[in-house]
């Protein structure tokens, strides 16, 4: 339910997640922060880059090492809430008309380096698209394990059923008289 609230609240709303909003806010912040010696163009792009990557790297931590679905469905749809708000940053760069707390705005300044603010508007549908899609896998990663254990009570048994390693030729058998 948490995770199909964030997905409502930040797609089908277009509106920033309460707290979690401003706890992207810092983490976006501190991605400019940690990246500022390796110049300014990646100290830019990992302001966006650290607001993405903390929380599906923290989403494939709880699928990896701790196999923990509730978890890392719920990150990913974490995820997907920053990826949209991140399509807003983007989409913003030739406007400039968002409240900022520092005096550039990261993507008009990425952008119109080469020229490319006319790149905004795709290159911000991309993100949008591509968190919603991250936002429904982590749904079906949330739901998946439930409906497995509904369909194995009702008496389907598994879905798909993997027999095991299939031998695919007899060994021969060892020559008798061969030298």
Same mark, same amino acid.
């Given at each position: 339910l948490?995770?199909?609230?964030? =997905?409502w609240v930040a797609?089908v709303?277009?509106?920033?997640?309460?707290?979690l909003?401003m706890?992207?806010?810092g983490?976006h912040?501190?991605?400019?922060?940690?990246t500022r010696?390796?110049?300014m163009v990646v100290?830019?792009?990992?302001g966006?880059?650290?607001?993405i990557?903390?929380p599906?790297?923290?989403?494939g931590?709880?699928?990896? #090492?701790q196999? @923990?679905?509730?978890s890392?469905g719920?990150?990913m749809?974490?995820?997907?809430?920053?990826m949209? @708000?991140v399509?807003v940053?983007?989409? @913003?760069?030739?406007y400039r008309s =968002?409240q900022?707390?520092?005096?550039t705005h @990261?993507?008009? #300044?990425?952008l119109?380096?080469?020229?490319?603010l006319?790149?905004?508007d795709?290159?911000?549908?991309?993100?949008?698209?591509?968190g919603?899609?991250?936002? =429904?896998?982590?749904?079906?990663?949330?739901?998946?394990g439930?409906?497995?254990?509904w369909w194995?009570?009702?008496?389907?048994?598994?879905a798909?059923?993997v027999?095991?390693?299939?031998a695919v030729r007899?060994p021969?058998p060892?020559?008798?008289?061969?030298s």
């Open positions: 948490a995770g199909v609230a964030l =997905l797609f709303l277009g509106r920033r997640v309460p707290l909003s706890f992207d806010l983490i912040e501190l991605g400019h922060l940690i010696p390796f110049g100290s830019f792009v990992m966006s880059g650290l607001q990557l903390v599906f790297g923290l989403a931590y709880f699928w990896f #090492w196999r @923990d679905r509730v890392t719920l990150l749809c974490w995820g997907a809430t920053a949209q @708000d399509s940053y983007i989409a @913003d760069a030739p =968002l900022l707390i520092g005096g @990261d993507w008009w #300044w990425l119109s380096r080469r020229a490319h006319d790149w905004a795709e290159l911000s549908r991309g993100v949008w698209v591509a919603l899609l991250l936002g =429904l896998a982590g749904l079906g990663i949330i739901v998946a439930p409906i497995r254990e194995t009570a009702a008496g389907r048994g598994p798909i059923r027999p095991g390693p299939v007899r021969r060892p020559s008798q008289g061969a």
